[in-house]
């Protein structure tokens, strides 16, 4: 493991910040003695990967999506990461709905309408949920995390998101004995999403994009349903008004702007897993021993300070760092076939 993420708890401390004052409060946490040094990166050199999520273009897009400010609590979930710079975070995205290119999802997205939203919470539960909007931001204690974003082709982020567990919604909806899977669905509607709409710009998926948990990992504490990042609600290139986060899992998990969570019985459908079946699996849990057919998953190119064509190559963790978490999750699972 590259570095070790302290189990969940609460310094005191309680609003969120921009970008440039969040360096100080990594400040404060490390004169606290609760960041521990980042470890060397080792260099390592790999060929390109054939990038079947598009191109790695950065152009530069005009953010004009107005986010709101919002208060959460911090957590010390990532307090040693070094961060993504926030541009990049929401210029260099994977958003099909949106376009292939790593840069269509801000360009096409800016005028995505977030307000009003409904994610309903549905199936084997004995009380099922409706949330509006205001719901999203206000129902559940918000709380701030720096969690690392490894994308299966092989790039990452270190990105400070701000959510609420998803057990937490889980449990308000009381599930039934009977439920042992979660599945997630994006929102439907081509005249908002050209992705959706053409064949062409949305990659050949057929939409909605379609995600999937086993219960105990949507359960996990480290599951996030993110409304925001980086002291902001979330632009709609990065999956407003809400979307799923697990760290520990290739991104492509990490479904956006959500508008069905269905508890049931048996393994759900995946988007990816339904488009290539040998390629990606329904666990996609990051690991550095199991390569993607056509590449390597040993190691990543860490997205931080620079171009994007310059960054480091860092190696891959198991679980991307996340074994003490979620290690018992598999315990007795062959994770190869299981990938
Ligand atoms: N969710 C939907 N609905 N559509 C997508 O194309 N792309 C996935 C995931 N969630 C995707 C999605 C992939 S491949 C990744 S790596 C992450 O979102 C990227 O999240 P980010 O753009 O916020 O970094």
């Known amino acids: 493991m590259l570095i070790r993420v302290p189990k969940k708890s609460e310094i005191k401390e309680h609003e969120l910040t921009p970008e440039s004052v969040y360096h100080s409060r990594r400040d404060i946490l490390k004169k606290l003695g609760i960041v521990t040094a980042t ?9 390109n990967i054939f990038d079947i999520f598009g191109g790695d273009d950065e152009k530069k897009a005009d953010v004009i999506f107005e986010r709101s400010a919002l208060t959460a609590k911090p957590s010390i979930y990532g307090a040693d990461l070094p961060l993504t710079p926030e541009k990049k975070v929401l210029t260099y995205n994977n958003f099909y709905e949106f376009g292939t290119g790593k840069n269509d999802p801000v360009e096409n997205s800016q005028s995505f309408s977030v307000d009003p939203w409904k994610l309903e919470v549905t199936g084997l539960v004995n ?13 559940f204690t918000l709380e701030e995390r720096l ?43 081509p005249k908002q ?35 925001g990042l980086y002291g902001q609600t979330l632009a709609p290139q990065n999956g407003a008004p809400v979307r799923l986060v697990v760290p520990w899992k290739y991104g492509f998990k990490s479904i956006k702007s959500i508008v069905k969570i269905h508890l049931l019985e048996s393994q759900p459908a995946t988007t990816w897993n339904l488009l290539a079946r040998h390629e990606y699996g329904f666990y996609a849990n990051v690991n550095p021993q199991v390569d993607h057919p056509r590449w390597s998953q040993g190691s990543e190119r860490f997205i931080g300070e620079g171009s994007i ?4 190559r860092q190696p891959s963790t198991m679980f991307n760092g996340y074994q003490d978490e979620v290690a018992s999750l598999y315990k007795g699972m062959d994770l190869r076939s299981n990938y």
């Open 193 to 227: 999403m050209p992705g959706q709409a053409s064949q062409f710009v949305g990659g050949g998926i057929d939409y909605p994009y379609v995600e999937g948990l086993r219960l105990d990992e949507a359960m996990n504490d480290l599951t996030l349903l993110s409304v």
């Open 39 to 47: 470890l060397p990166f080792a260099a390592q050199s790999q060929a």
């Open 127 to 139: 009380n099922p949920i409706s949330l509006t909007y205001d719901d999203l931001l206000k129902r």
């Open 309 to 312: 064509f310059s960054s480091r």
């Open 147 to 189: 969690y690392r974003m490894r994308c299966v082709e092989a790039w990452s982020m270190n990105i400070p998101w701000i959510g609420f567990s998803l057990g937490d919604l889980i449990r308000a909806a009381d599930p039934l004995g009977s439920a042992k899977y979660v599945a997630f669905e994006t929102l439907y509607d």
